[in-house]
Structure formats: structure tokens, C-alpha cells
């Protein structure tokens, strides 16, 4: 068994202080997450080392454009989540519980996973799929390892964490790459079965400020959820405000899908007013995903106008950068080469 970190015991309960529920839980049960459990007293980080996905991916997939852009990272997947949302793609996996017979899984050590990344030309590891989070113990681990070595780490994340998980896992974490469903309670409670997006923010905010990491934004665009211009300014006034106007905002198409099924996917022309509305609220950078958008992918210089970076889908076609800065004007771009 490896013994959790981050709970207090509460009696024969002991309460999860890791993600804003904060579960009480009984003997023998687990969290929401479905996978920190009561084991006689003691919360058991039951999913330790336990991987059910792993591919090298170019860091773009994550997405993730400004940091070490064109690399492959090592992406690694467990079981569970901390969310329910409705339009989940690895729902087979975050919405697994131990007992599911139906995912294929193999332990991973700290140690091996950093022989991996090696293996496969991979100068940093992603931790994604499912919710990272929940994985807390095996990521810290990872991560220690990883930056002995040399080797950066990523979080493909809700960003649903309490200030104490952050406590746990902030100076261990280069990159965090935050999914903001909305920016109201509608939004979070219809997308992902949760109260509140306002854990989401402070974590961020944290990251950013307090831990020093590199921080992107995605939030796909749900027609007749969160595609009004007044909750996508929202989110975009925060980001400004909150994270600085170069951080990367990623606004991707929905496509229908498990509990959202019946909607249609997103028009192409509400993510162009997305992007419109980012940058009326400062932003430089906003990606358009999940669509042939021509140019809609570009890290493109706000001072002069050049195209730092050009992307066809994952692949980086023409790169013009100087240090992270752009080569024809010397503008800081806020890109880590």
C-alpha cells in the first residue's frame, strides 16, 4: 500500500485534503476520484505507479505552444477523475474505478518512467489523460526524478486543487496547462458536476505567481453553455488580469459527445469571436483547435505582426525565434525554446 499524502484523519474517517471536496471517507471506500481509499485508517494513494496510457507526443497535442515548441513529451494516464464532465474523450479511464476490468493498465516506477522519456526522445513528461491531480504522489515522484535528470514535467489539469495540494506539488511542476470550462457556477455545475470554477482560478493564479510556472488556458467552446460573448469575455478578462496577456488561451471545437450527444458541434465563427474577444480584453495569443483554421494556430509577434511560429496541426513549419523572443523585432514573447 503507499500511504497518501496530503489528508488528516477525522476518527475511523479520514478526509482527502487534495482537491476542493475534500471527501470524508469511510473504511474500505474512496473519494469522488474513485481512487484514494480508506484503508484501515489511512488514505492509500491506490493508483501509485499504476498507468493505464502512455505515447510520446509532440507537446502541441497537450496543447501546449509555448514551451519547448516542436518537442515530443512523454505522456502518461492513470485511472479516475475529480470532475464528471459530460463530453470527457478518456471517459473509459477517468471515469474507471480500481475494479474496472475493462482498461489495461501496468505499473510504472518514478525511475522507469524518466528511462522511458529517454528512450523515446523525449525531453519532458506530461502527466494527462485522466486527472493528474488525484495522481499526486506518483507526479511528485515523477517530477523529482524527471528534473534530476534534467527533464521538464507538464499538467494536463482541471486545475481542481485545494492550496494545500498545491503546497504538495507546486515546486515540482514546470508547465500547467488548465482546462477552464466557463467562468460562472452554470457552467462548471452543467459541464463537470462541480459547484464552482473558483478553486480553478486561485490554482492557477497560484501556479502562475507563486510557483513561477508556465501557464496555458483551454477551454472548449460547449454551444448553448459557454459560448456566449459574455461568459467567453469572462474568461478571457481573467486570464488577462489574472495569468498576464501573453499566457496562451486555446479555444477549441466541441464535438458532440457521451452526455452532449445531442448538441451540435461549435461553429467555426463562434471561435473566431472568441478569439475577437480575447484579444479586445488584451490577450496576444489566442489558438483556435479542433479546426482547419489557416493561421488560426500561429504564434503571431502583437508588436510587429510576424509570424514567430507557423503550425499545420501538430507540426511546427516554420519557427523564427530568437531565445523565446521574436527574431524580427525583439519583442518577449513569453515562449520557453
Known amino acids: 500500500m503507499h500511504v497518501a499524502r496530503v489528508w488528516h484523519a477525522e476518527g475511523e474517517r479520514v478526509r482527502c485534503d487534495l482537491c476542493p471536496w475534500r471527501c470524508l471517507i469511510a473504511e474500505g471506500k474512496t473519494g469522488v476520484c474513485g481512487v484514494r481509499r480508506n484503508s484501515g485508517g489511512t488514505l492509500e494513494a491506490a493508483t501509485y505507479g499504476v498507468v493505464s496510457s502512455v505515447a510520446a507526443d509532440p507537446v502541441e497535442k497537450k496543447p501546449v505552444f509555448h514551451y519547448h515548441p516542436g518537442s515530443l513529451v512523454?505522456?502518461?494516464?492513470?485511472l479516475g477523475c475529480s470532475m464528471r464532465c459530460g463530453h470527457c474523450q478518456n471517459w473509459q479511464i477517468s471515469r474507471a474505478d480500481l475494479e474496472d476490468s475493462t482498461v489495461h493498465t501496468r505499473r510504472l516506477s518514478p525511475t522507469s518512467v524518466v528511462e522511458l522519456?529517454?528512450?523515446?526522445?523525449?525531453?519532458?513528461?506530461?502527466?494527462?489523460?485522466?486527472?493528474?491531480?488525484?495522481?499526486?504522489?506518483?507526479?511528485?515522484?515523477?517530477?523529482?526524478?524527471?528534473?534530476?535528470?534534467?527533464?521538464?514535467?507538464?499538467?494536463?489539469?482541471?486545475?481542481?486543487?485545494?492550496?494545500?495540494?498545491?503546497?504538495?506539488?507546486?515546486?515540482?511542476?514546470?508547465?500547467?496547462r488548465v482546462d477552464v470550462k466557463g467562468a460562472t457556477d452554470r457552467a462548471y455545475r452543467e459541464l463537470c458536476k462541480i459547484p464552482s470554477p473558483a478553486p480553478v482560478f486561485e490554482a492557477a493564479e497560484a501556479a502562475k505567481h507563486r510557483w513561477g510556472m508556465h501557464l496555458e488556458v483551454v477551454t472548449n467552446v460547449v454551444p448553448t453553455i459557454n459560448d456566449s460573448a459574455e461568459e467567453l469575455r469572462a474568461v478571457a478578462s481573467w486570464i488577462a488580469s489574472g495569468l498576464g496577456p501573453d499566457t496562451p488561451w486555446h479555444v477549441t471545437?466541441?464535438?458532440?459527445?457521451?452526455?452532449?450527444?445531442?448538441?451540435?458541434?461549435?461553429?467555426?465563427?463562434?471561435?473566431r469571436e472568441a478569439a475577437r474577444i480575447g484579444k479586445e480584453e488584451g490577450l496576444n495569443f489566442v489558438f483556435l483547435g479542433n479546426?482547419?483554421?489557416?493561421?488560426?494556430?500561429?504564434?503571431?509577434?502583437?508588436?510587429?505582426?510576424?509570424?514567430?511560429?507557423?503550425?499545420?496541426?501538430?507540426?511546427?513549419?516554420?519557427?523564427?525565434?530568437?531565445?523565446?523572443?521574436?527574431?524580427?523585432?525583439?519583442?518577449?514573447?513569453?515562449?520557453?525554446?
Open 74 to 78: 512523454l505522456s502518461l494516464g492513470s
Open 117 to 176: 522519456a529517454r528512450e523515446n526522445g523525449c525531453p519532458g513528461v506530461a502527466f494527462t489523460y485522466n486527472e493528474p491531480i488525484i495522481w499526486a504522489e506518483f507526479v511528485r515522484d515523477c517530477a523529482e526524478k524527471c528534473h534530476s535528470a534534467g527533464l521538464f514535467t507538464i499538467m494536463v489539469t482541471n486545475g481542481y486543487i485545494t492550496r494545500e495540494g498545491m503546497d504538495f506539488l507546486g515546486e515540482h511542476v514546470d508547465v500547467w
Open 253 to 271: 471545437r466541441f464535438f458532440p459527445y457521451l452526455d452532449f450527444s445531442h448538441l451540435e458541434p461549435t461553429p467555426v465563427a463562434t471561435l
Open 291 to 337: 479546426v482547419a483554421e489557416k493561421g488560426g494556430e500561429d504564434s503571431v509577434c502583437p508588436s510587429c505582426g510576424s509570424r514567430a511560429v507557423v503550425r499545420e496541426g501538430y507540426t511546427i513549419v516554420e519557427s523564427s525565434l530568437r531565445n523565446g523572443a521574436c527574431s524580427q523585432c525583439g519583442r518577449e514573447l513569453g515562449i520557453v525554446e
